[in-house]
Structure formats: C-alpha cells, structure tokens
C-alpha cells in the first residue's frame, strides 16, 4: 500500500471505528509507529481535523466526513445488489433504509456507470428459497431490536419430533441471528435450559420483548457452522452428534468406503440408521443402531 492509499484508509479507519491508539492503526497498517505520527501530521496539515489525545489516540473531529468517494462498476454492483438482497430478506425498517441507501449511492453515479449498474442489477438477482411472510418479518423486526438492547424476549416454541410435535414457553436472551440455508436461527441462552441454544424463526409464535436487560458474554462469538449441523440433524444434542461420527469413524475402520446416516427424535432417545456401502471387491451391508 503506497503512502496516497495509506492516508485515505487512516481517515476511513478513523471514520469507522472511532478514537484509535498508534500502535493499534501501526498494526492494522503494518507500519511502524512513527510512520502513523508522521501520517497523522501529514493529514492534518491538509485540513483534516485529526484530535490527538496523550495516552488515547487519534479521532476524528465530530461530523466530519469524506466527499462521495468514485466507485467502479463492480463496486457499485455489489452494493446494489446486497441493497436489493437485504431489502426483501429483512422488515420494512431495513428494507426502507436499503432503499434509502442505495438512492444516495445511485445520486452520486456518473450516467454511464448508472446505467451500467441498472442493466446488470436487472440481469443478476438473488432470491431467498423460503421468503418469509409478515409474522415472520414482524419477528425478525424484534429480535433484532432485542439484540442491539440486550433484552430478553419470550415466546412459544414448536419442536417437531418424527410423529408428534411439542411446544414449550421460552425465555432467551438473544445474542446472534442468523440466515443459514431456508430459515432464519437465533442464537441465545435459554433460561429454560439454562445452556446456549439455537431457534429456528419459524418455529417461534407470540415473540414479545421484555424490560428485562442481559449482558452478554464477553468472550462470545457466534458459531453457526455447528449450529447449522445441529440444525441439519434436527436439533440433537451434542453428545449425539459425537456419537454419531464415532459410529462413521468405526464403520470407516471395519472397511467401508462411505457411511450415509440419517438421525431422528424418538421418546426414548435418538434412532440412528447407517447405511455403509462397502468397497467395490466387498459386499454391501446395511446396519441399524439405536443411541438413547
């Protein structure tokens, strides 16, 4: 990154996370320190209102912001189409301010870009396999708003098993929400469970926020590549899923070249069917094993 660059992207960095120390934008920038002092000077000395505090770091004077910045045709594509994507995949709120946003990007376009832009946006889309209805979008509004307030919601949930479905009144205190496959998940702790679940959005019925505040964890971050899997075999707990690949794991061992397993809820504990096809020299063989 040459100097020109380096001195837009301080003042974007600035911009974006607020007061930061030397040392923190020397990493970030992967210079030495004295190189950020002296481009800290250099931008002052072009009218950008840096504030320096001892011991704090460098911010930028409030409500100071940069002119519209130039974008390419791929740039203002991808905010286009991620403008478009979020407006029919959120509540009316977000897709009002995905709108609103693109408007002001789209304002300051020159014509043939603009039009550029417009032809390929027709001609590119992403669409949501499960579009969610107004109930849906109504809950996706408040949870979003509980998790940015750190409140406690409660609601009814439906867990469904293979011939009966249960539903059970839940208090949770939201931490993430997430679009992963056809549905929507929310990631919090489960008073009831007293442990960190993971709800599926169209499970949910009379979602209410209450006044009562959390605090999250401070080391939490969010892990839906596990939660997706424990979504994909139907919400079984941890111990099944280990359970599970060690049964892969010894059919692997005994000579079988693939294991295909298809994991269901029953009252007495999760029924495991494992079909393990063997190698071309050996027999198929097909086994059934039941974990409670």
Wanted: hydrophobic fraction near 40%; proline fraction near 3%.
């Amino acid at each position: 990154m040459n100097r020109t660059d380096r001195l837009l992207a301080l003042v974007l960095e600035l911009q974006r996370k607020g007061q930061q120390r030397g040392e923190d934008l020397a990493v970030t920038f992967e210079v030495s320190t004295r190189t950020i002092y002296r481009d800290m000077q250099a931008l002052s000395e072009a009218g950008v209102p840096i504030i320096a505090i001892q011991k704090k770091g460098y911010s930028l004077a409030e409500g100071y912001f940069l002119p519209p910045l130039r974008f390419t045709t791929e740039e203002a594509l991808i905010l286009a189409l991620g403008s478009d994507f979020m407006g029919h995949n959120f509540d009316d709120q977000y897709r009002a301010a995905a709108e609103a946003a693109y408007r002001k990007i789209d304002a300051v376009l020159p014509d043939t870009l603009r039009q550029d832009v417009a032809y390929l946006s027709t001609n590119i889309s992403f669409f949501a396999a499960n579009p969610l209805d107004e109930k849906q979008r109504e809950n996706v509004r408040q949870l979003r708003s509980a998790i940015a307030e750190r409140r406690t919601v409660h609601f009814h949930y439906t867990k469904k098993r293979a011939t009966s479905s249960e539903t059970s009144m839940r208090e949770v205190d939201p931490y993430s929400l997430a679009r992963l496959a056809n549905d929507w998940l929310l990631m919090g702790y489960c008073h009831l469970r007293q442990d960190l679940r993971v709800f599926r959005l169209g499970r949910i019925d009379h979602l209410k926020l209450l006044e009562r505040q959390f605090q999250r964890p401070a080391d939490f971050k969010p892990d839906w590549i596990t939660a997706s899997e424990q979504s994909f075999f139907g919400g079984c707990s941890r111990n099944y899923s280990r359970r599970l690949a060690v049964d892969a794991a010894r059919a692997r061992r005994t000579g079988y070249s693939s294991v295909v397993a298809e994991l269901g809820e029953t009252g007495a504990g999760a029924q495991l069917g494992i079909a393990a096809c063997a190698d071309a020299a050996r027999n198929s063989t097909h086994g059934r094993k039941i974990l409670t």
